[in-house]
């Protein structure tokens, strides 16, 4: 049953359907061209695949060409307004531990590469200063492109700095039920809009199935942890590993990465089966969050396999040096995953529906914001 009752005397030039990171970063794309945005979000603030991660823009180890340059634009945007929006970047950079000389092939293809611009590999006196918790390896390639945000706040404070400065309306515990421009019919009542891009995020079962049906998109759900070392440290960049060489598409496309892929899949074969590689970033109060998992499904599954965590515990250990930790947080993460980066199309005039298909929203999503606003204006030409 629609709603006849009106929400709004505004007739907005945008509605974002969706307040996760590419939702918010349609919004912001919109406000940056002078439009009038609003964002209809269904929970009270977004709990989904966005606050469910790391909060780790990563630039370094993203998939070569365009969506490598979606990273780059994505986390400049990022550094631009997270001071302006109260959000705190606990860390900038990347160590990546290489802890094979077949992972120094791979660093040393990459760094030969567009990609590895500002990228190198430290000496041993900057790795002692700089990552002495790391355990000894073949040596360290180093990225300054990282930022790491507390995402499940950041979310919520770059929500509130659209509302409070951009003059962004947000209609939260809102469900949009269909679009039939110019209006948007929800839960509570409709909206008018000129235009509306929908970002589902996880959620393809909603509006407009069919289309993202098409995208043929498996859930992925992923292990992570928050642990606390019993003796306090600061980490410097976010730690990764070998693991992450054989499975990041910057690293493992370089022909370079067959014989460390080849390896691994043989010394590692259970944590390259199970999808895992090792991501180390730190929180304010010092804990850890460090993951994760890739388990592929037609659906989000809420069971988690503790096999799974001890795999990345172990990996850890291996990798950092910094005595005893208490778990003291379990919990899944999870987004779609196709073979595409990124899905977007247009269904009809004036609409245009889009997600991230790769588990990259924050490093990406501000750039991917600004495609979909593109799209969706030139949809109704």
């Known amino acids: 049953m629609t709603m006849s009752k009106i929400l709004s005397d505004t007739t907005y030039d945008v509605v974002v359907v969706g307040g996760g990171i590419v939702g918010l970063a349609s919004a912001y794309a919109a406000v940056k061209k002078g439009l009038s945005v609003a964002v209809v979000e269904r929970q009270s603030q977004n709990k989904d695949a966005s606050v469910r991660n790391f909060g780790f823009v990563t630039v370094s180890g993203q998939r070569r060409g365009e969506h490598w340059q979606r990273a780059m634009h994505s986390r400049n945007i990022w550094a631009e307004i997270a001071p302006k929006a109260g959000i705190q970047v606990e860390h900038i950079g990347l160590h990546m531990l ?3 000389p077949e992972a120094v092939d791979v660093a040393q293809a990459f760094l030969k590469t567009e990609m590895g611009e500002g990228c190198r590999l430290l000496t041993q006196s900057e790795i002692n200063e700089a990552a002495p918790y790391l355990n000894k390896g073949e040596g360290v390639l180093y990225s300054p492109h990282e930022l790491r945000v507390e995402s499940n706040t950041a979310v919520a404070k770059l929500a509130h700095w659209l509302q409070e400065t951009q003059s962004v309306d947000f209609y939260n515990h809102t469900t949009v039920t269909s679009v ?10 409709f909206l008018n809009a000129e235009h509306c891009v929908v970002c589902p995020g996880s959620d393809f079962t909603g509006l ?3 289309v993202f049906a098409k995208t043929k998109a498996k859930m992925c759900t992923l292990n992570m942890m928050r ?12 730690v990764m590993s070998d693991l992450s060489f054989a499975r990041y598409d910057g690293f493992a496309q370089l022909p ?7 390896l691994l899949d043989d010394i590692q074969s259970v944590e390259r089966q199970a999808g895992v590689h090792l991501i180390v970033v730190q929180s304010e109060d010092g804990s850890l969050i460090i993951g994760d998992s890739h388990d592929y499904s037609d659906r989000e599954l809420p069971f988690r396999d503790t096999r799974i965590d001890d795999l990345i515990i172990n990996e850890f250990k291996q990798v950092m040096n910094i005595g005893e930790i208490d778990i003291t947080q379990h919990w899944l993460g999870v987004y779609p995953s196709a073979d595409d980066v990124v899905f977007k199309t247009s269904p009809e005039k004036g609409v245009v ?3 991230v298909t790769s588990g990259t929203g924050a490093s990406t999503g501000f ?9 969706v204006l030139e949809s109704k030409q």
Do not use: C, W
């Not at 039939?180 to 009542?189: A, D, N």
């Not at 642990?227 to 976010?238: G, S």
């Open 98 to 100: 290489m802890q094979r």
């Open 180 to 189: 039939e421009l110019p209006k948007v019919h929800t839960s509570r009542g």
């Open 208 to 210: 407009y199935p069919d």
């Open 227 to 238: 642990v606390m070392p019993k003796q306090a440290f600061r980490l410097n960049a976010a």
């Open 256 to 262: 370079e990465a067959t014989v460390l892929k080849t």
């Open 353 to 355: 529906v889009g997600a």
């Open 367 to 375: 750039a991917f914001g600004e495609e979909l606003i593109e799209l």
